[in-house]
């Protein structure tokens, strides 16, 4: 059965570095294109970067760019999110999603499969 698991969340102080994980089982990773979105506290889902299916098309948000990076290892079946330079608008729940699509996109309604989410905090 399908499943996407994410783990490597926490508190870290501003400044700090993260590396979420976000482990596959049931699929192959190199048959999806795989995205990272995070949703705060009283606001909307937000995508914050993704995979394509190749693994050579990646894109963040703005907001994100040059202090995130997004990877796979097709090996371990794997994705992973390494998060630098945290600043406390960073604090959300990150959810990974798989979607069937060459390309990665932003477009939360195109991942038919998510995980269940892990909390990051970052806080003084």
């Known amino acids: 059965q399908l499943q996407l698991v994410e783990s490597g969340g926490g508190l870290v102080q501003p400044g700090g570095s993260l590396r979420l994980s976000c482990a596959a089982s049931g699929i192959a990773l190199d048959y999806y294109s795989i995205g990272w979105f995070r949703q705060a506290p009283g606001k909307e889902l937000e995508g914050v970067s993704c995979i394509g299916l190749s693994g050579s098309d990646t894109n963040y948000v703005d907001a994100v760019k040059g202090r995130f990076t997004i990877s796979r290892d097709i090996t371990e079946n794997t994705v992973y999110l390494q998060m630098n330079t945290l600043k406390p608008e960073d604090t959300a729940v990150y959810y990974c999603?798989?979607?069937?699509?060459?390309?990665?996109?932003?477009?939360?309604?195109?991942?038919?499969?998510w995980g269940q989410g892990t909390q990051v905090t970052v806080s003084s």
């Open positions: 999603a798989a979607a069937p699509i060459r390309l990665c996109t932003f477009s939360a309604p195109q991942y038919d499969k």
